[in-house]
């Protein structure tokens, strides 16, 4: 079994700063690419920011310069620091990651169960 579990969020005021934790475990063989995706109510599900296992990343347009997405592949984790935040970053923060199992080695991808972030004075 595979588990991910977010930490971090919280109420924040406008321009202030968070930053979340997604920890991944389990009998976990490898991990490629790791994720942050955002809901708010009332909205689709959206990709935040993309970590891949070279290192390299990617983000969405509204938080390029203000989030930057990390991990630390020896203790299994992703961090999205977020920076500068506005009431529309508001939302229920998901971790996502592809990781392959001992039990079938086969990539899949698993979520977590998400943390609340809320901006606002």
């Known amino acids: 079994q595979v588990q991910l579990v977010e930490s971090g969020g919280g109420l924040v005021q406008p321009g202030g700063s968070l930053r979340l934790s997604c920890a991944a475990s389990g009998m976990i063989f490898s991990i490629r690419d790791m994720g942050w995706y955002r809901q708010a109510p009332g909205k689709q599900r959206e990709l935040v920011a993309t970590?891949?296992?070279?290192?390299?990343?990617a983000y969405e347009d509204s938080v390029k310069g203000r989030f930057t997405i990390s991990r630390d592949d020896a203790k299994k984790m992703a961090y999205l620091s977020m920076n500068s935040l506005k009431p529309e970053d508001t939302a229920v923060y998901l971790c996502?990651?592809?990781?392959?199992?001992?039990?079938?080695?086969?990539?899949?991808?698993?979520w977590g169960q998400g943390t609340q972030v809320t901006v606002s004075s």
């Open positions: 970590v891949y296992s070279d290192g390299s990343t």
């Open positions: 996502n990651a592809d990781v392959a199992a001992y039990s079938d080695y086969r990539f899949l991808y698993y």
